[in-house]
Every structure is written in C-alpha cells, then in structure tokens.
C-alpha cells in the first residue's frame, strides 16, 4: 500500500506539472520526460506488487495457549520472541549438459570440422600415415616415386646389382583447412605438408627418419558455387589425378605439378565448370650440356634458363550421372638467356609451348547395373612444349636446344618438344570393400635432328627418351569402407599390394647409350602399402 501511494504522489505530481508544460517549450520537453520516467516507475511498482501476490506464503506465528493470571511479582519475565524465518526456496538445478550438446554446439561447416568459440570460423585437421616396403625386382631403384624418364638402362651397375627391399612412411601427410563466412562467400584456407623434401644431407638414406617437411598447398579461395577465386599455392590445373596408385611415382601421362597460381572458377551451366588461372612459369630445356631448369646451375654460374611471362592454363569440366569429361589447355613461354651465364656471347631465344588434353572418367553402371561401382578411365593429348607438366614424362624436354654444338656457339635455336601419348584405365570394384586398379599408359615425343650429335653416354644423350610406357595392377583392401547415396567411402584404413611395369626407350637406342648399356631400360617393381586416415 505504500508504494502504491507512492505512486498516485509521483502520478499527481506529474500531472500538475504537466498542466503547467504550456508555459515554455523548453519547460514541456522537460516535463514530458519527468512523465516518461513517472510512468516507467509505476509500471516497476506494479511488476513488484505482482511479484509479491505470487510468493510463497511464509510460515506464521500461533498464539500461545491461555494460563491463570499469576501476580506481578511472581510473573516470570516473557522471552523474547523468536523472529519469523520465511521457508528458504530450493537452489536452482543447473540444468546438465550433454557431450551431444556440446558437440552440436561446436560443429563446425566442414565434414568432420569444429567452430573456433566465440568465432564464425570452422577448422578441420585432416591427413593420413602411410608406410610402404617395395623392391625393385630387376634392378635397384631406391626413389619411392620413380619417374619413367628416369629409370635405369639395361646393362647399367643398377641393371647388373638387382632390386634390393626399401621401406619407408616419408609420404604421410598432414594438414589443416579453415571455413569462414563473408560477404563475398565463404573464405576457405589450406596448408597441408609431407615429409618427402630433400634429404638434410647427401649421405642420407631412403629409410632415414631425417626426411624435411614439404609444403604441398598453401592458399586462400573466396567465393561459392557459382563464383570463387583462389590465390596461392595448390594443383596446377593441369593435374588429373585419374589413376589410383599406392605408388607415389606420378602414373605416366598424368600430372602432380603444385605452384602459385591465381585461379578463376565459374559454374557456365549444370554441371559445366570453367577454369582460368595464371600460375608460376618454369622454363625446362635439354641441350648437348644437361638437362637445365631456372634454379640449376650451368658451370658453376647461373643457369640459362629464364622465366619471363607466367603460364596461362584453362579447363572446362563436366559432370553428370555418366561420370566426368574435362578439356584442358596450357601456354606457355620457354626462354634461354645466356647473357650472365658461363654461356655468355650466345644471345636468347625464346619459343611458345602449348598443349591440350581430354579426358573421360566413364561410371558404367549407366550402361548395366552388374558393372556396379566400376569405371572406364581414358586420356589422350598432344602438345608442344609441355614439358613439366608431364612430369613423369617430359620434364627437362619442354625444348631442346643445338646450344654448346658446333656451329651454335654465337646464335642457337630452341625448339618446343612435339609429344603425345594415351592412358586406359579400369577401375574394378570386387566388393564393396575390395578393389583393384589395372592401366596402361604410353608417350612419345619428337625429338629434333639435332639430338643424334649428343656425345655418346652423356647425360642429354641418356635423358633424350623416345617412348616411354606404363603398366600397374593392384588390389586395394578397405574395410571400413561404405556404399552411401550410391557413392563408395573408402574409409580411414586402406591395405594394398600392386605391380608396376615401368620402359622407355632413347633416341639413338645403343648407339647414343654408349658402351655396355642398351638403348632402353625396363623395370618391374612390387610395392606394398597401409594408409590409416584421420
């Protein structure tokens, strides 16, 4: 009752004021504020008298029972009265969190990601641990990523010792992605590693545990489906990652190049995705001296060749029920500056290397339900100046170059190597948690006259390969793997055994190999591999 007195003073104070608000606008704008907050007391009292109607009664006093009246003096004095104490109100329960609860709450936007607390910003780790024991059945060969290019000729030390047993877990991997939201679509980030830098010196072995990590992607891409824009360094896109090998040799004909790059990505229609990107130039030549990139050395000095414009790829990819067709293309500028270099008085020469590819992934199941999860791979090209971007193949070969013969001491040519070549591949799903893989690839390029005046069994006239051919088989075993929306998960544990045949065959043959060695070299290999993913 007294704070509602209150009140109707404050009210009829208010509202006497409020009859004298005409006198001045100054004196009604304060007054309309008095009544403002006038009006929000009342309403405060009211919640509290509301408040107290609802509370629980407490507990009261009784009257003592009645006694005869006894004297003054006899009276005993009345004890005090013990105060009142209201019945005190159960604690509030803290309501229990589950581990549910706290995992839906932290759920990041990627598979298998978590949001950073108090952020927008989701962050996946991801890689796997992989170890692999192989041998070279005919001939020692102790790189665990054997080129074709590069294997050793037939009559060679490492033709006449014989395979010998290499065991390692160099190429385990490891990474990390980050999602973020923006006004310009999501924000996605990746740094991802492995072990399979150099050796930290040249006495190292190929089971040495002092392996340098490597950095294989490093970039930031903006953007969603229809629009989206990455900056740094990832797969060129020329890569193609057709056949699947537990060999980390890149199979022949395809593509493992990762550099800097600024990439342009757009949906033209459903299901049609275009790609433009600029991405890090490196000239690769052979010449009658070696087999020369930008950061090799000629002599002692810098090397000859010279990067100059970056390299422009496009790719255009199609995906449907049947599976996947994609066209791509390169152009590139090959450059040799002698100027500054042990070849100095020479000049430069610069020439133009281009090249196309397409290829086909086929699901077959679209043709007849028993073929299942089985596919049709295939993958023909031709080009001029490709070089690298074949690196099983061509690296070192984007051109050759007569520099350093006679008669091209003062003034030279460089020529972009013509190649060509084809890859068929079958990819067999024999259960569910069973696979195999069978492939054929083989590639040629066309090397110019010149070459044939190399000096016999020198390090150009053993790298100028002709033909060049590859073959692998192999059994995949993943248990955990499922069948979901008509796609297979290969899960986190794969087991394999695979036979990889590896031959090539140099301009010249016998001739140009020089002494006991034969113009070609064939290797077989056996290889065996466990990959645990996380």
Do not use: C
Not at 232 to 253: C, H, V, Y
Not at 470 to 483: C, G, H, K
Not at 486 to 515: P, T
């Amino acid at each position: 009752m007294q704070q509602r007195r209150r009140a109707g003073l404050f009210l009829a104070t208010g509202a006497g004021i409020a009859a004298l608000s005409g006198a001045s606008p100054a004196l009604a704008q304060t007054t309309e504020d008095l009544l403002r907050r006038i009006d929000a007391l009342q309403r405060r009292v009211e919640e509290l008298e509301s408040a107290r109607r609802t509370e629980p009664r407490t507990a009261r006093t009784t009257a003592p029972p009645a006694v005869a009246p006894a004297s003054r003096a006899s009276r005993p004095a009345a004890p005090a009265a013990a105060p009142v104490v209201a019945a005190a109100a159960p604690p509030p329960q803290t309501p229990r969190v589950t581990r549910e609860e706290v995992d839906e709450a932290l759920r990041g936007s990627l598979p298998g990601s978590w949001r950073v607390p108090g952020t927008d910003t989701s962050v996946r780790l991801y890689g796997f641990g992989k170890a692999s024991m192989w041998s070279g059945v005919n001939v020692r060969d102790r790189g665990d990523a054997p080129a074709v290019q590069g294997i050793p000729l037939a009559g060679s030390a490492a033709d006449q010792q014989g395979g010998d047993l290499n065991f390692t877990a160099r190429r385990s991997r490891i990474g990390f992605e980050t999602h973020t939201p923006s006004e310009w679509g999501p924000i996605l980030t990746r740094v991802e590693l492995d072990f399979a830098g150099d050796l930290p010196s040249a006495s190292g072995a190929a089971t040495s545990s002092g392996y340098m990590p490597r950095l294989r992607h490093a970039f930031v891409e903006v953007g969603g489906d229809v629009f989206r824009v990455l900056v740094g360094q990832s797969n060129s896109l020329w890569n193609e990652g057709l056949i699947e090998t537990l060999s980390d040799a890149t199979f022949l004909n395809a593509s493992a190049v990762r550099q800097a790059q600024i990439r342009l990505t757009g949906r033209l229609a459903d299901g049609l995705t275009g790609q433009v990107s600029i991405e890090a130039p490196y000239t690769d030549y052979t010449s009658t001296a070696g087999t020369f990139y930008p950061d090799s050395t000629f002599d002692g000095g810098a090397s000859p060749a010279f990067n100059q414009v970056p390299d422009l790829l496009g790719r255009l990819t199609y995906r449907g029920d049947f599976g996947e067709a994609s066209l791509r293309g390169v152009v590139r500028q090959l450059k040799v500056e002698t100027d500054g270099t042990a070849a100095a008085g020479a000049g430069s020469q610069s020439t133009i290397g281009w090249g196309f590819a397409l290829n086909t992934n086929l699901a077959l199941r679209n043709l007849w339900q028993g073929f299942g999860h089985d596919q049709l791979i295939g993958m023909a090209y031709y080009g001029e100046g490709i070089g690298r971007y074949f690196d099983s193949a061509y690296a070192g070969q984007g051109a050759y170059t007569n520099l350093g013969l006679p008669g091209a001491t003062t003034s030279f040519s460089l020529d972009a190597t013509p190649v060509w070549g084809f890859l068929v591949g079958y990819r067999l799903a024999w259960l569910t948690q069973l696979r195999s893989t069978f492939a054929y690839a083989y590639a040629r390029q066309e090397n110019p006259t010149y070459v044939s005046a190399f000096a016999q069994g020198s390090a150009a006239a053993l790298a100028a390969n002709r033909e060049m051919q590859m073959a692998v088989a192999n059994l995949i075993w993943s248990p955990f793997a499922r069948e979901t929306g008509g796609r297979l998960s290969n899960g986190w544990l794969d087991v394999g055994v695979e036979y990889i045949f590896f031959r090539r065959d140099i301009e010249g043959g016998a001739a140009a190999a020089g002494g006991a060695l034969s113009g070609h070299g064939i290797e077989h290999r056996v290889q065996t591999s466990l990959i645990a993913r996380f």
